[in-house]
């Protein structure tokens, strides 16, 4: 009960106040780990395929170990100490997990880029949120980007998170936010991340696989409560949810494509290797620069729904137990 009390304390503060600039923040060190941790096994590993795949293996290993146990260990000396205690520091880690406010902010900054600034700034904004290369983008290359990056992380940036830390508290939560990190960082099929990428983006798929379905139904919810085309959301996720290299993350651009009747996707470039991609959706209207407000109150409406049904789910599930 404790940790669903410290999950909606999270929540609220992440709606409020999202990441401020220069806040610690734990994906930081996290990343930083992972640095560190590369430079160190591909030293140690032989520099072969299955060396570089072991190097990432081991890399995995030790990132999820500490992300997890950081945490429990620290909620578990607080716990000792007083449970008031605990709640705070769990709300403050699960207000760090959850991205729904940043992930917000951040697409909104390219949307007012489109409306106020010039393009150039536009595509500097956009790089901000997204791997691929932004020089080439044109202004409804950089809307695509942005509506894209926002539809694909409601589920690994929001809903998937919001699981973890639903069924297991800060520490599941964060062991999710260093397998989602490992494999942004790693999971590449470009050298030099080939293969020591390999493992963390396996894991990743594996990992984001029931949510990144359970975040498309929601969002098909979320179409009806915001009144967008259902129908044709629910027809282009079951056309194009499988038309990604990841097996999840079309799951929801595809219900996104949909929902708002634009074609997503497409061929683009990242590392400066072009990756020739299929279309996601139907070019049934232009993409516009509103498309961005729209999937960003998309995201909200998904995640507000979620979040009610996971809270009421834990809560019946306390309830039944004791």
Same mark, same amino acid.
């Given at each position: 009960m404790w940790t669903l009390i410290s999950v909606c304390v999270g929540f609220c503060i992440?709606? %409020?106040?999202?990441?401020?600039?220069?806040?610690?923040h734990p994906v930081i060190a996290i990343g930083k780990l992972i640095s560190l941790l590369e430079r160190? *096994?591909?030293? @140690?590993?032989?520099?072969?395929?299955?060396?570089?795949?072991?190097?990432?293996? @081991?890399?995995?290993?030790? #990132?999820? !170990?500490? !992300? +997890?146990?950081v945490p429990f260990a620290l909620l578990l000396l607080c716990g000792m100490v007083s449970i008031w205690l605990r709640v705070a =520091?769990? !709300?403050?880690?699960?207000?760090?997990? =959850?991205?729904?406010r940043s992930l917000r902010d951040e697409a909104m900054k390219v949307y007012r880029t489109l409306k106020t600034d010039t393009l150039e700034r536009a595509r500097y904004a956009v790089s901000m949120i997204v791997g691929r290369d932004t020089a080439s983008l044109d202004r409804d290359g950089v809307t695509r980007a942005a509506v894209e990056t926002v539809a694909e992380n409601t589920s690994d940036g929001v809903i998937a998170p919001l699981v973890c830390l639903l069924?297991?508290?800060?520490p599941l939560g964060m062991l999710y936010k260093a397998i989602n990190t490992m494999d942004s960082? *790693?999971?590449?099929?470009?050298?030099?991340? #080939?293969?020591i990428g390999f493992f963390p983006a396996k894991i990743d798929d594996i990992v984001n696989y029931i949510p990144a379905r359970l975040s498309a139904l929601i969002m098909l919810l979320a179409g009806g409560v915001l009144r967008f085309d259902v129908k044709n959301g629910w027809r282009i996720f079951r056309r194009d949810r499988?038309?990604?290299a990841s097996p999840n993350s079309a799951q929801t651009e595809s219900v996104c494509a949909g929902?708002?009747?634009? &074609?997503?996707a497409g061929d683009a470039s990242y590392h400066g290797v072009l990756h020739q991609k299929p279309y996601i959706g139907d070019d049934l209207r232009p993409v516009e620069s509103e498309d961005i407000p729209r999937v960003c109150r998309l995201m909200? %409406?998904? #995640? +507000?729904? /979620?979040?009610? /049904?996971?809270?009421? *789910? &834990?809560? =019946? #599930?306390f309830s039944l137990l004791i």
């Amino acid at each position: 009960m404790w940790t669903l009390i410290s999950v909606c304390v999270g929540f609220c503060i992440d709606l %409020v106040i999202g990441d401020p600039h220069g806040f610690p923040h734990p994906v930081i060190a996290i990343g930083k780990l992972i640095s560190l941790l590369e430079r160190a *096994l591909r030293r @140690a590993f032989p520099k072969t395929v299955r060396g570089e795949r072991a190097a990432g293996a @081991a890399l995995w290993l030790i #990132t999820a !170990s500490v !992300s +997890f146990v950081v945490p429990f260990a620290l909620l578990l000396l607080c716990g000792m100490v007083s449970i008031w205690l605990r709640v705070a =520091l769990e !709300s403050v880690m699960c207000w760090q997990i =959850l991205a729904a406010r940043s992930l917000r902010d951040e697409a909104m900054k390219v949307y007012r880029t489109l409306k106020t600034d010039t393009l150039e700034r536009a595509r500097y904004a956009v790089s901000m949120i997204v791997g691929r290369d932004t020089a080439s983008l044109d202004r409804d290359g950089v809307t695509r980007a942005a509506v894209e990056t926002v539809a694909e992380n409601t589920s690994d940036g929001v809903i998937a998170p919001l699981v973890c830390l639903l069924i297991g508290g800060a520490p599941l939560g964060m062991l999710y936010k260093a397998i989602n990190t490992m494999d942004s960082m *790693l999971g590449y099929i470009e050298p030099p991340y #080939t293969n020591i990428g390999f493992f963390p983006a396996k894991i990743d798929d594996i990992v984001n696989y029931i949510p990144a379905r359970l975040s498309a139904l929601i969002m098909l919810l979320a179409g009806g409560v915001l009144r967008f085309d259902v129908k044709n959301g629910w027809r282009i996720f079951r056309r194009d949810r499988r038309k990604h290299a990841s097996p999840n993350s079309a799951q929801t651009e595809s219900v996104c494509a949909g929902l708002l009747r634009i &074609r997503l996707a497409g061929d683009a470039s990242y590392h400066g290797v072009l990756h020739q991609k299929p279309y996601i959706g139907d070019d049934l209207r232009p993409v516009e620069s509103e498309d961005i407000p729209r999937v960003c109150r998309l995201m909200y %409406v998904t #995640t +507000f729904l /979620a979040f009610a /049904a996971g809270a009421a *789910l &834990r809560y =019946l #599930t306390f309830s039944l137990l004791i």
